[in-house]
T-cell receptor
Framework: DGGITQSPKYLFRKEGQNVTLSCEQNLNHDAMYWYRQDPGQGLRLIYYSQIVNDFQKGDIAEGYSVSREKKESFPLTVTSAQKNPTAFYLC?????????????FGPGTRLTVL | RKEVEQDPGPFNVPEGATVAFNCTYSNSASQSFFWYRQDCRKEPKLLMSVYSSGNEDGRFTAQLNRASQYISLLIRDSKLSDSATYLCVVGGNKLVFGAGTILRVKS
């Protein structure tokens, strides 16, 4: 089954703790993305990577970090510096070949800071 | 001004109705256009790409007007299962997502 997996589905964190969200894809897509979604708002881009070992900040990168050591994996760390981390986090990937830049999403991780 | 703007709704329609959503975008250099569907507490799923000539997929028709910088989605013969939030997505190197329009189809 080809697709994007995210784990865990729900995550609870105490204030001051770092936490890492997993994202794996077996679609052989070059590009991967992290978004956060807050109630009633559109998706906001945190980080993206168009190729292994390279990534760029999105619109709201402060308090987050990523790595892209393998094509299949793009983990996101939410650090204690992120002021309001409670949100729905979505990972996506895209083939980015020719004119195809549509994105496909994993099921998401709901992070709650207690 | 937001890069992608949508009427948040909700649009409440009876089964069988035809409903249309519009979306405007601010970046005239945008190259790609999509409609995504998002069910409550789920991830967005690609509904259809939008092409300059307009395109249809079953009960769904998408149109693009580059001159006026808007795209539209028409749903004919609405089903209960069409109830969801519809996201307008516009982009070039990066995609920009609208906040979504809520559709509720009632029996």
């Amino acid at each position: 089954d080809g697709g994007i997996t995210q784990s865990p589905k729900y995550l609870f964190r105490k204030e001051g703790q770092n936490v890492t969200l997993s994202c794996e894809q077996n679609l052989n897509h070059d590009a991967m993305y992290w978004y956060r979604q807050d109630p009633g708002q559109g998706l906001r881009l945190i980080y993206y990577s168009q190729i292994v070992n390279d990534f760029q900040k999105g619109d709201i990168a402060e308090g987050y970090s990523v790595s892209r050591e393998k094509k299949e994996s793009f983990p996101l760390t939410v650090t204690s510096a992120q002021k309001n981390p409670t949100a729905f986090y979505l990972c996506a990937s895209s083939p980015r070949t020719g004119n195809r830049n549509e994105q496909f999403f994993g099921p998401g991780t709901r992070l709650t800071v207690l | 001004r937001k890069e992608v703007e949508q009427d948040p709704g909700p649009f409440n329609v009876p089964e069988g109705a035809t409903v249309a959503f519009n979306c405007t975008y601010s970046n005239s250099a945008s190259q790609s256009f999509f409609w995504y569907r998002q069910d409550c507490r789920k991830e967005p799923k690609l509904l259809m790409s939008v092409y300059s000539s307009g395109n249809e997929d079953g009960r769904f028709t998408a149109q693009l007007n580059r001159a006026s910088q808007y795209i539209s989605l028409l749903i004919r013969d609405s089903k209960l299962s069409d109830s969801a939030t519809y996201l307008c997505v516009v982009g070039g190197n990066k995609l920009v997502f609208g906040a979504g329009t809520i559709l509720r189809v009632k029996s």
